[in-house]
């Protein structure tokens, strides 16, 4: 029942599964008014009454036409744009090969070669070679690795994931990410995903956006998690469409806008996880998802035009009227 459930959350025909009653999304789509603030029809009864059979919801509110839909959209893919070069990698308190002496799994010295071994070869991470030259297990690994991160260890080596999950997240975020879905509870308001490399928490929160459910993250070992995206690869519907090569935002948001009119859709939902910009529209109990990746271009001009800006506005500050100009961010 849990895989039915949660592939149902995230393919409401309107995409608002709070709505409790068919009824009640019809009143509240005839009686809500465009969210954009430069709508010609705001202020206007007869026209905001009309047709509310078009229009898309996006991030709770409902908007009439591209017009109003885009430059609200426009903002919103510029701040997930400028908000990917922030996030630095979390480091841990405890190393991992710390913590495995600590545990005693491994001596000293076995830990000492495993990283003479790993700084000559200039690849590779410490669990690998800590399993060639000391013999560590991958179930000692694991369970190592969960105790570094604080998740649990899920046994996916042994418990099947459902088929019917291949769908529930773009495989190529998946891949980037180590992760699969691994358990969800019988409501379906709770996914765990399993990692094998690092936690990826903007994955987590972007599954929350787009399947309405609460995600936490478990580790499984590598060899499961490769074996299981394996399978979502032979049973994936390909519903998704990538764009590697888009960089500025007003072309993604013209791409989005393009989509979201092309396949009539009532509902779209944007969110970054890990180096790609998800989108997600839903339509008549149907989803599709496009995916952009942000590429260093996104965020290098980002980062160099607010920095020349800044510079700009500390020189006029020392220009010796004291004065600071007014001009807007060049964002």
């Keep these: ?28 789509r ?25 229009g898309v919801d996006f991030e709770g509110r409902w908007y009439c036409g591209r017009a109003c839909l885009e430059a609200i959209l426009a903002g919103r893919v510029h701040i997930l744009l400028s908000s ?10 405890f190393p991992l090969g710390l913590l495995l002496v600590d545990r005693g799994v491994i001596s000293p010295a076995q830990l000492r070669e495993a990283i003479r071994l790993q700084r ?13 030259s000391a013999g560590l297990s991958v179930p000692q690994l694991t369970a190592a690795l969960g105790q570094q991160w604080a998740c649990p260890v899920f046994p996916l080596e042994r418990q099947a994931v459902p088929a019917a999950w291949s769908d529930l997240i773009p495989l190529t975020l998946l891949e980037s990410a180590a992760a699969v879905p691994a358990y969800s509870s019988t409501d379906g308001r709770v996914l765990h995903l399993a990692f094998c490399d690092r936690v990826d928490h903007t994955l987590l929160y972007a599954v ?12 499984a070992p590598a060899t499961a998690i490769r074996s299981q995206l394996e399978q979502f690869a032979r049973l994936t519907s390909g519903n998704d469409t990538r764009f590697d090569t888009v960089r500025a935002s007003p072309e993604m948001t013209r791409t989005i806008c393009n989509y979201a009119t092309e396949l009539n859709v009532r509902r779209l939902v944007l969110a970054r996880a890990g180096s790609y910009i998800w989108v997600r529209f839903f339509r008549a109990g149907t ?45």
Excluded: Y
């Design 1 to 28: 029942m849990s895989a039915t459930n949660l592939a149902l959350v995230s393919t409401q025909t309107d995409g608002s599964p709070d709505w409790s009653s068919r009824p009640r999304r019809w009143w509240l």
């Design 30 to 54: 005839f009686a809500s008014r465009c969210a954009g603030t430069a709508c010609p029809k705001r202020g206007k009864l007869w026209p905001d009454w009309l047709d509310k059979s078009a």
């Design 84 to 93: 990917s070069h922030v996030e630095k990698p979390r480091s841990h308190r």
């Design 120 to 132: 000559e070869a200039g690849h590779g991470r410490l669990g690998e070679w800590l399993g060639q």
């Design 208 to 219: 929350e956006q787009m399947l309405l459910c609460r995600t936490f993250p478990c580790v």
């Design 287 to 331: 989803s599709r998802d496009l995916l952009f990746r942000i590429l260093p271009d996104n965020h290098t001009n980002f980062t160099e035009r607010f920095a020349s800006r800044v510079k700009a506005l500390a020189v006029s500050a020392d220009g010796g009227d004291g004065a600071v100009s007014d001009a807007p961010l060049p964002l």
